[in-house]
């Protein structure tokens, strides 16, 4: 009797086992490599990558062909419509960004997504041709090799050509994604063609093949920027704008230019933390979470308790606070960049912090300006053998921006007018609000939460690391550096783990399925917090470096389909 007891017993622990294991699956090891390491949300891009490494191109030189050849076989977030922002660490130890930030157009206004009774009209910034700003991918990217870079373009953008013009084979993903948001093609005849099979669905298997975006990019490669923001892909994509109600003209396009700007820097338990500044929230964001966070002492068995959630969850929200009054496009806000990633502000936030949660209502933005010296996304990390490397976060906004393929064109419209502030304190499709730092105004860039992102461990690369989510991407990106840095994790692991998101309003925290136990969840309901929707959490992409060993390590999340290859 007692033997079949404790078989029965045996038994119960397996299928225990068994369960969990499927629920939440060991960590696979990360992708190892020797010389180069590029991950991506796309196999294919990836790929694209590495070849340039192994042809002896730097990780410019790949990032550009990676960017490239997501507008091909990414079409969901990778573009030449959009734009984006890239951090880069040079062999020499610089450090520098590229700002390629979509801007709003000349006849942009204020008030322009308001309806006649003042109210905020989100079909106008979300949707269609009055949703798209003027884009900055391709200038960007140019810009980026042309400076940094050491292959031609001609080399860097033919594997993109050849993908448009030969097709890939669709997997099962892509095509349902295209399936998922066929009633939105159908509104507009060019991508209603370009996301069907003449017509019917695409099925995994196909191959899809994009002549009109082929011979863009032919364009771009026989013209540079001219071939994009003159001539007759310019004309091509006014004309559209123009028949639909929109506001971007030629001038807007052969004004636009990226922008190289000093990246936000910090520092966490001595690791150099090299980010994006403004436009971009991410960089700003994720220093002062660091600097807030780095006055605990986490335990590696505290991670995941309901008290660790609550230390993250708290200084999420007198972040977020912050963001939402003081952050914009510094070349026409000021943004108090120095008082809100110094040290002595953080520890002001620090003490602030309660062992319950403090209600969304009773915090608001901090006062850091006396410390002042004067999802949908995509992101690709790159490492290359010199010891160069590159965090891109790319965007269109929402899953295919504003679903407007130009004709005759073949590349999609963002729609990122929406991630302006249309009237303050009105949430956006995030949730985010925002105020007088990030209003409309013609040829500003709109705010992001883009935050790729460099961490450096004695003056070289440690981890390369960004993420897509909209709202939530500083708070992916934050935890994946908290899990290698205070938890020893691998990237792997520090990827794979479960998050969670609080971005002050709504007050609430987003969580993962199966990444909270019941009894944690019901330790933070008695410390006064609300659990939003279950949702999953970002898609990051990163890679590690051993600096001891020179072994690069690389993993693409598992939420995603995308691929870490290395050489």
Known sequence: MLRLISFRIFLIIIFVNLNIASVLPASKKPVHAKNGMVVSASKIASQVGVDILKQGGNAVDAAVAVGFALAVTYPYAGNIGGGGFMVIHLRNGENT??????????????????????????????????????????????YTLNKYGTMKLSQVIQPAIDLAKNGFTLDYNTAESFKEYLKDFEKYPASYKKFTDNGKPYKAGDIFKQPNLAKTLELIKEKGRDGFYKGRIAELLVKEIKSLGGYISTGDLEKYQPVERKPVTGSYRGYEIVSMPPPSSGGIALVELLNILENYHFKNDEWGSSMYIHKLAEAMKYVYADRTIYLGDPDFYPVPEKGLISKEYAKTIFEKIKDYAVPARDISAGKPVKYQESSETTHYSIYDKYGNAVSTTTTLNSAYGSKIVVPGAGFLLNNEMDDFSAKPGVPNQFGLRGSE??????????LSSMTPTIV??????????????????????????????????????????????DQWLPDEIYT????????????????????????SLGLAEGIMIDNKSGEIFGASDPRGSGAAIGY
Do not use: W
Not at 103 to 118: W, Y
Not at 125 to 139: C, E, I, M
Not at 468 to 495: E, K, Y
């Open 437 to 446: 730092a990030n209003s409309i105004a013609p040829q500003k860039r709109m």
């Open 97 to 142: 960004t590229i700002d390629y930030r979509e801007k709003a157009p000349l006849k942009a206004f204020r008030d322009m997504f308001l309806d006649k009774h003042g109210n905020f009209d989100p079909s106008l910034s979300q949707q269609g041709a009055t949703s798209a700003g003027v884009p900055g991918s391709v200038a960007g990217m140019l």
């Open 512 to 535: 993962e399925k199966f990444g909270v136990p019941l009894d944690v969840k019901e330790n933070l309901e008695k410390m006064g917090y609300k659990f939003g929707e279950t949702r």
């Open 456 to 501: 450096l461990k004695d003056g070289r690369p440690y981890i390369i690391i960004g993420s897509p989510g909209g709202s939530t991407i500083i708070t992916v990106v934050l935890q994946v550096i908290l899990n290698c840095i205070d938890f020893n994790m691998n990237i792997r692991q520090a990827i794979d783990a479960p998050r969670i998101h």
